[in-house]
């Protein structure tokens, strides 16, 4: 079951950044402005898969 949550998370990183990438474009940012962002956006997405949200929607005690 790990493999198949992992593999989940990954997918579902990847996704989001597509469909970020191309939410920027059809607001009309320049292509080349999205796509020179998109590594920085792909490193926080996967570091965030790999270290999980943190405090981020935790629910105070």
């Known amino acids: 079951m790990l493999a198949t949550v992992s593999a989940a998370m990954i997918?579902?990183?990847?996704?989001a950044l597509i469909e970020e990438h191309y939410?920027?474009?059809?607001?009309?940012e320049p292509v080349t402005t999205a796509a020179a962002k998109a590594p920085?956006?792909?490193?926080r997405a996967?570091?965030?898969v790999e270290q999980g949200p943190g405090d981020y929607a935790r629910k105070a005690p």
């Open 11 to 15: 997918s579902a990183a990847r996704n």
């Open 46 to 48: 996967f570091t965030l």
């Open 40 to 43: 920085e956006r792909a490193a």
């Open 23 to 28: 939410r920027r474009i059809d607001a009309a």
